[in-house]
């Protein structure tokens, strides 16, 4: 499951950034916050991700930030063939909504990556540290120029999170800044509507996204990952679903814990 956190992230009509977008008043999240969820490709349970804001507030770059992180793991028959145990995290400014500091860790097979990216807004650049893939010594840094406001692949969706929905037309094309891979990659899902659907929390009234995404060697069909989000102010994930060449993935959510406000559970 090399792809299985580039599924959950990669979460034109009207391309204007996300800063312009309406906010919401209240904030989506608080430290504590945590979500598992599962993948399974069929009836074949894949993989497991854990969502967490750690319940300590950090200063990176002296602004007080959340430490996010996200961690997904194979299991099973998948685990035997390509196992993964990938890290990805960032520094998340409480006020301003912009990461300070990302960082992965990513073990996928035998493949390694390991990088740290350090934020500067007041200059408006990035200097990524590239890592040893086993010992995680530094090996170089590149700096970058980037856009105002520049996010990363965390920090985007949680961005995501804070926005006002009820305020977003339907069939509106939301377009965030982020930076991966030593470059700007624009993040940018639709938002098609919504439905209430059935999870382990009950039937609960969800948002509908479509990330856009071209077709390549793990998706089928363009922009076939839908992506549901409870439609309250939590924002949290539900449920990604998305046709692949060996079948649907399908990624739920199992369990939550210290949301910062009511589910939007319905009977």
Do not use: C
């Not at 400014?93 to 990302?102: C, H, K, S, Y």
């Not at 807004?121 to 010992?135: F, R, Y």
């Not at 999170?161 to 470059?183: E, H, M, Q, Y």
């Amino acid at each position: 499951m090399k792809y299985f956190l580039s599924a959950l992230f990669l979460l034109a009509a009207l391309k204007v950034s996300a800063q312009h977008y309406p906010m919401a008043k209240q904030g989506p999240f608080l430290p504590g916050e945590e979500i598992e969820m599962k993948a399974t490709v069929g009836f074949i349970k894949a993989a497991e991700a854990d969502f967490k804001v750690n319940d300590i507030i950090y200063t990176v770059n002296n602004r007080p930030t959340y430490r996010i992180d996200i961690f997904a793991r194979t299991v099973g028959i998948f685990d035997l063939i390509s196992s993964v145990r990938d890290n990805w995290g960032s520094y998340y400014d409480t006020a301003n909504l912009v990461p300070q500091q990302f960082y992965r860790y990513i073990k996928e097979g035998r493949f390694r990556k390991n990088e740290i990216l350090y934020f500067d807004h007041d200059k408006d650049s990035v200097t990524v540290a590239k890592l040893h893939k086993e010992t995680k010594r530094l090996e170089k840094r590149i700096e970058h120029k980037v856009a105002n406001n520049m996010q990363d692949m965390v920090s985007g969706y949680y961005h995501l999170r804070a926005l006002d929905f009820d305020r977003i037309p339907v069939g509106t094309i939301i377009t965030i800044n982020t930076f991966f891979d030593d470059k700007e990659q624009p993040f940018r899902v639709k938002f098609v509507g919504r439905e209430v659907i059935k999870t382990k929390l009950g039937r609960v009234k969800s948002l509908i996204l479509v990330p856009i995404i071209e077709k390549d060697s793990l998706f089928e069909e363009d922009n076939t990952l839908r992506v549901w989000l409870s439609d309250d102010l939590n924002k949290i994930p539900l449920k990604f679903q998305a046709k692949i060449y060996v079948g649907y993935l399908r990624v739920e959510v199992r369990k939550v814990k210290n949301l910062r406000h009511q589910l939007a559970v319905t009977e």
